[in-house]
């Protein structure tokens, strides 16, 4: 029986969230299945991919061929790189002690690149929403001032205002 670990959707639509398995080449893709060993949720940023990481390698080395997203996926969290190292101890390149520090230093690399990316990505929500702030301020202000300038009557007819009171005064005096 030719197994695969590949991927079974669910979610809604436009929201998809997928399940790891494994399962029979033959089975549809939402079917029977014979072992779930992970989940994937593209939907955040950056994907979320939670796997079963032993019972993934045991998989892999069993035989179980994975999907092209799957062997991404499984590339991305590591589970094939252990399987390269293995490769290089049964063949006496490496010892168990050298493959576990490289597969340690790796890790360490690989956790340093997502809190980076993590880290970026806050980074800029912060710097678009400190932006977005000023520029509603400024917004604000030059409606505050189109408002004020709006509501006050300009020089000229405040200076007619005041004269003409004046003058109809001395006509009425002068009219006595």
């Not at 390698?57 to 035989?63: A, D, K, M, P, S």
């Not at 390149?93 to 993590?118: H, N, S």
Request: contains cysteine.
């Amino acid at each position: 029986m030719a197994t695969k670990i590949r991927l079974q959707r669910h979610g809604k639509k436009g929201k998809p969230f997928y399940y790891i398995v494994v399962a029979d080449a033959r089975a549809p893709r939402d079917g029977r299945f014979i072992e779930r060993i992970g989940s994937y949720n593209p939907n955040t940023n950056p994907a979320t991919i939670d796997i079963n990481f032993d019972k993934t390698l045991e998989w892999v080395n069993t035989g179980a061929q994975p999907t092209d997203t799957c062997r991404a996926i499984l590339s991305y969290k590591g589970v094939l790189y252990k399987k390269h190292l293995q490769g290089g101890v049964k063949k006496g390149a490496l010892t168990e002690e050298q493959a576990d520090a490289k597969f340690a230093a790796w890790v360490e690399a690989k956790d340093g690149k997502i809190t980076g990316k993590k880290d970026s990505l806050t980074s800029a929500k912060d710097e678009a929403r400190k932006t977005a702030l000023a520029a509603e301020a400024k917004k604000n202000a030059d409606k505050a001032a189109a408002v004020a300038a709006k509501n006050t009557p300009p020089a000229e007819e405040v200076a007619e205002e005041t004269e003409a009171p004046a003058a109809d005064e001395t006509a009425a005096e002068s009219a006595e």
